[in-house]
């Protein structure tokens, strides 16, 4: 069992929480303020507990959903409001093998030493989610620790959940995914050689690769690109580009509004902020350009 803190010492007689948190939303920020204030009216620390990787690319990898972000932005998101420790538990099929009632004696009671837990009424744990919220309350009634629920948030008739922001952001609404996240979706990747197509017509753009987490649908972004620990504003690319080519493959492609650099072979971050407009086919290659001035305006005038 590894973690982003491992000094068990440090952590123990303090307040948990265990979950996914996957894009640490304001569900999730809402139960871990809870954890913060309960912490420090108790006397201890205010920990978070992450199962990575999800059990489900184990046990059913072909129905895994995509990350919405890495365990090292959940741990910086998490510091903001206020957690002590992030522990990453590594998920192994022996460990998911482990009954809820091992799986609570083994890590909340002996690693962790909680004096309190704090979960949603949804929480599962142990062998085939053979624990739920009431078998939790159950043994830490039995273990003298005290357990608080936190009841989903809901905006609109729709509680906030991580398969809701996917489904947002697959469908475009970057801004809707933000509202629900309470900050703008990022994702990372490599800059690598493209064919050059934006540069011949007078629009650079660093083509992105190896990126893990949840892209938005097919469309226009306005966002900014992180690189060289600066910010700039760009024009994000996602999806095929049908005036060059009939049947090409998606890609993610970023025009930095203000930067005339290299940013080839670095690793860059990617915020989407708004969605411009879809994906089309154009005439010709000045039609593109043609539109591609009247984005660049509208982004900036989004961003400004």
Known sequence: MGGVDVDWSRIQGGVITIGNFDGVHLGHAALLRRVRELA???GGPAVAMVLDPHPAIILRPEL???????IETRAELMDQLGIDALVVCKTSRQFLNLTAKQF???LVQQRLQAKAMIEGPNFFFGRDRGGNIEVLDELCGQGGIQLQI???MHVGPEMISSTRIRRLLAD?????AAELLGHFHRVSGKV????QRGRKIGFPTANLSEIELVLPGPGVYAGYLRANEERYMAAIHVGPNPTFESNGDSKVEVHALDYDGDLYD???QVDFLHHVRDVVKFESPEALVVQVHQDIAEIRRLLS
Do not use: N
């Open 40 to 42: 420090d009216h108790l």
């Open 64 to 70: 895994a959903p995509k990350r919405l972000t890495e």
């Open 104 to 106: 609570f004696s083994s």
């Open 150 to 152: 936190v009841e989903p």
């Open 172 to 176: 475009g609404a970057v801004g809707g």
């Open 192 to 195: 690598t050689s493209g064919d």
């Open 266 to 268: 670095q690793s860059v």
